[in-house]
C-alpha cells in the first residue's frame, strides 16, 4: 500500500510524536511537514544522541529519505538554518541534511517582526485579560495572520525578483510599525540576511505541487507525513482561542502539502498514557496535586520549544475520542506508558457532565469546558517496571489491561506501546 501513512498528534501536543516518526521514517522513502512552523518540537534519541528539531520533519536522520517541508508550513529562515547547525554538532545524524531536504515554494516566511510582534502581543494579552494564550514567540501567529490577509510573502517571492520583494517586504515591516508603534524593524539588515538565506536556501526550493504529484504518481514510494502540534491545538477543532494558528488535524494535510485526500492512507493517532497541556486553556482531567507532579516530575514535561514545565493529568478518553472524530484514526501509538509505572491505581477520564447531564460531545466554549465534570473509570495499577518490555506479552497483566481498556473505549486498536525514550522502547503490537 503506497498511500502516504500519517502521524498525528491526538491530544494538546507532546504526546511523543517524534518517536513513531522515527519509527516509521526509518524505511520510508519521503518525510514530510505540511503545517505549523518551528513552534513544534520533536526530540529524537539515535545512538543514544539526543536530536531536537522544530521545522525539519524528524526524518531528515534517515539518509536515504527526502525531507519534504510543504507549502503549509511557515518558515524562519535563521531558524532553519540555526536547527540545522545546532543538530549537527550533537552527532552525525544530520551530515548533508541540505541535499535531502525540499521546500515549497509556496510556504510563507517568518520574519524576524513576526516573532517580535508575537512577544508584543503576548504582553498586551496579559495586560489586558490578565492572560495570554501562552504562545512560543515564534511569529506564527502574525505570519499566518499575514498570509490570511494577504499580505504575507511567500519562498517563490524571495527566489524570484529581489528588488520587488524588497518592495513588499518594506510595506509589510511598515504596516507592522503602525500596529506595534514600540517595535523596532532594521529593515536593511533583515533584508541582507534575507539575500544570503535567498542563496543558500535556493538548491531546495521546488515547486511544491507538482513535486507531491511525482511522489504519488511515480515509482511506488513510501511517504511519512509528520503532524505537528495535535488535535487539540487545531485553530478550528482545538480549544480556542488557546490553539496554534494551522490546521494540525488529517484536512490539513491535504491543503499543507497538496495532495487529494484519496491519497491519504493510514492515520496513526499518537496518545500519551496521560494528558499535558503547555501554557494556558481548560484542562478537564489536569491534577492540581501530587498525582500531577509525579507524572510531571516522572515524566519529564518540560516543553522541548520552551523549556517551560508542562500541566499534567489523567489520560482524558473523550478528548481523545474527540480527536478520533475528526481524523478517523487507523490505529493508536501509545506512547510513555512507563511513566504510570509506580502508581497504585489508574484513572481515566470516560465522561463528561454538564450540571449532572452527560454530554456525547466536546464542548466548544472554554467556559463551558472549565465547567464538566469529569467521570473516571478506576484501574488497577501494576507497580512495577515496564522499561525492559520488548513485546505485549512482557507488559505486567495490569498495563496490557489498561491497554486493552483504552482500545475497547476508542473502537481503536493500538499498534505500538512506548515504554521508554529509544527507538528499541516502542514495542509493536501488530
Keep these: 500500500d503506497a498511500l502516504p501513512i500519517l502521524v498525528l498528534g491526538a491530544q494538546w501536543g507532546d504526546e511523543g510524536k517524534g518517536k513513531v516518526v522515527d519509527l516509521l521514517a526509518m524505511d520510508a522513502d519521503l518525510v514530510c511537514r505540511c503545517q505549523g512552523g518551528n513552534n513544534a518540537g520533536h526530540t529524537v534519541v ?4 539526543e536530536y531536537d528539531f522544530h521545522l525539519l520533519p524528524s526524518g531528515v536522520l534517515n539518509k536515504k529519505a527526502i525531507s519534504f517541508i510543504g507549502n503549509g508550513v511557515v518558515i524562519h529562515l535563521p531558524g532553519l538554518f540555526e536547527e540545522a547547525e545546532k543538530n549537527c554538532t550533537k552527532g552525525p545524524g544530520l551530515e548533508g541534511w541540505e541535499s535531502r531536504t525540499v521546500i515549497s515554494d509556496r510556504a510563507h516566511i517568518v520574519f524576524n517582526f513576526h516573532q517580535v510582534a508575537d512577544g508584543i502581543q503576548e504582553q498586551q494579552r496579559q495586560q489586558q485579560a490578565g492572560k495570554n494564550l501562552g504562545t512560543t514567540k515564534k511569529g506564527i501567529g502574525p505570519v499566518y495572520s499575514s498570509k490570511a490577509s494577504r499580505t504575507g510573502l511567500r519562498i517563490c517571492d524571495l527566489l524570484a525578483d529581489f ?17 506595534y508603534p514600540t517595535l523596532s524593524i532594521d529593515v536593511e539588515g533583515e533584508l541582507q540576511q534575507l539575500q544570503v538565506s535567498a542563496e543558500r536556501i535556493k538548491p531546495l526550493v521546488k515547486d511544491g505541487v507538482y513535486f507531491m504529484y511525482q511522489a504519488l504518481h511515480g515509482p511506488p514510494k513510501k511517504i511519512l507525513v509528520e503532524g505537528a502540534n495535535a488535535a487539540l491545538l487545531d485553530i478550528d477543532f482545538g480549544t480556542y482561542p488557546f490553539v496554534t494558528s494551522s490546521n494540525c488535524t488529517v484536512g490539513g494535510v491535504c491543503t499543507g502539502l497538496g495532495i487529494p485526500p484519496r491519497y491519504i492512507g493510514k492515520v496513526y493517532g499518537v496518545v500519551k498514557a496521560y494528558t499535558t497541556r503547555v501554557g494556558v486553556g481548560a484542562f478537564p482531567t489536569e491534577q492540581n496535586n501530587e498525582i500531577g507532579e509525579l507524572l510531571q516530575s516522572h515524566g519529564r514535561e ?18 481523545v475520542r474527540y480527536a478520533h472524530m475528526i481524523n478517523g484514526f487507523s ?7 512507563d511513566i ?8 481515566v477520564g470516560v465522561e463528561y457532565r454538564l450540571s449532572g447531564k452527560r454530554i456525547p460531545y466536546f ?17 488497577p495499577g501494576w507497580k512495577c517496571s515496564t522499561v525492559d518490555a520488548r ?8 498495563a496490557q489491561k489498561y491497554i486493552r481498556f483504552i482500545e475497547e473505549y476508542l473502537q481503536v486498536p493500538v499498534k505500538w506501546v512506548g515504554v521508554g525514550k529509544s527507538r528499541e522502547s516502542m514495542i509493536k503490537l501488530f
Design 302 to 319: 518540560f516543553g522541548v520549544t520552551t523549556g517551560r514545565k508542562r500541566r499534567c493529568g489523567w489520560l482524558d478518553l473523550v478528548l
Design 163 to 179: 528588488e520587488e520583494f524588497s518592495k513588499k517586504f518594506k510595506v509589510l515591516a511598515d504596516q507592522y510599525l503602525n500596529m
Design 331 to 337: 490505529a493508536i501509538a501509545l506512547t510513555k506508558v
Design 46 to 49: 539515535v545512538d543514544s544522541v
Design 340 to 347: 504510570l509505572d509506580g502508581l497504585e491505581e489508574i484513572k
Design 363 to 379: 464542548p466548544a466554549n472554554q467556559e463551558v469546558l472549565n465547567k464538566v465534570d469529569v467521570d473516571y473509570e478506576t484501574l
Design 391 to 398: 513485546s505485549f506479552s512482557d507488559l505486567p497483566e495490569n
